[in-house]
């Protein structure tokens, strides 16, 4: 009996490991094997808080910033970010800001991508629920159903079941990609350079599944 696998991505969209992976994850998706889907799962690295980012870690933030910068060259970050914004450690609106595009709209990556491209090089912040309203609006959606939405208690219950998938199924850490067959499930190496090391995983046999 033929199959299908389903290659789960665990990332979100304010982590920026995941923003240095989004070009080599894009050449992934475009080589998939037959047979396999990509399906992308809100980890949520910060709930909702209204408090400022404490000092130091805005400097540890800034540090992986640079770090990222070294180890995946051409990854692009505006660190004037943290001079014009009061940055907050919440990242679940924009994770909800994903669930209302896709749920309206079928734009679940451009507003991935959308939510990057203003936080790292845009300088602007998704944790602010007007940036999130302007980028939906310039993906073309209706921002009075996207705000509802964004807001709407079912968007937060679907982010709590993806949550969940992530805790369940042990990740620590984003982005983090994993192959499920028939149940059986197998972690896959994440590598920022080469699409692929990641494609030939993808291609040998299930083992040490779990």
């Not at 629920?129 to 310039?138: C, D, F, M, N, Y």
């Not at 009075?144 to 709590?160: I, Y």
């Not at 969940?164 to 990740?171: C, D, F, P």
């Not at 028939?182 to 896959?188: F, H, K, S």
Request: glycine share 6%; aromatic share 10%.
């Amino acid at each position: 009996m033929w199959l299908e696998s389903r290659l789960y991505y665990f990332h979100d969209p304010m982590c920026s490991w995941c923003w240095a992976f989004g070009p080599v994850l894009r050449r992934v998706e475009e080589r998939l094997p037959e047979g396999i889907r990509l399906v992308r799962v809100l980890g949520g690295l910060a709930p909702d808080t209204d408090e400022p980012m404490p000092q130091a870690m805005r400097e540890r933030l800034q540090a992986i910033w640079r770090t990222i910068a070294v180890k995946v060259p051409g990854t692009v970050f505006d660190f004037s970010y943290w001079d014009v914004q009061t940055p907050r450690r919440s990242t679940y609106r924009a994770c909800r800001a994903v669930i209302a595009a896709t749920r309206l709209g079928g734009l679940e990556q451009p507003m991935i991508e959308a939510i990057q491209r203003a936080y790292y090089q845009r300088a602007l912040n998704p944790s602010d629920r007007p940036t999130l309203i302007a980028l939906a609006g310039e993906l073309g959606l209706d921002t009075e159903r996207f705000g509802f939405l964004l807001d709407h208690p079912e968007t937060q219950v679907e982010l709590a079941r993806q949550i969940a998938m992530t805790r369940e199924r042990g990740v620590s850490g984003f982005p983090t990609l994993m192959l499920e067959t028939d149940g059986q499930w197998r972690p896959i190496g994440v590598d920022y350079h080469h699409s692929d090391a990641i494609l030939r995983q993808l291609s040998t046999p299930r083992a040490r599944a779990f």
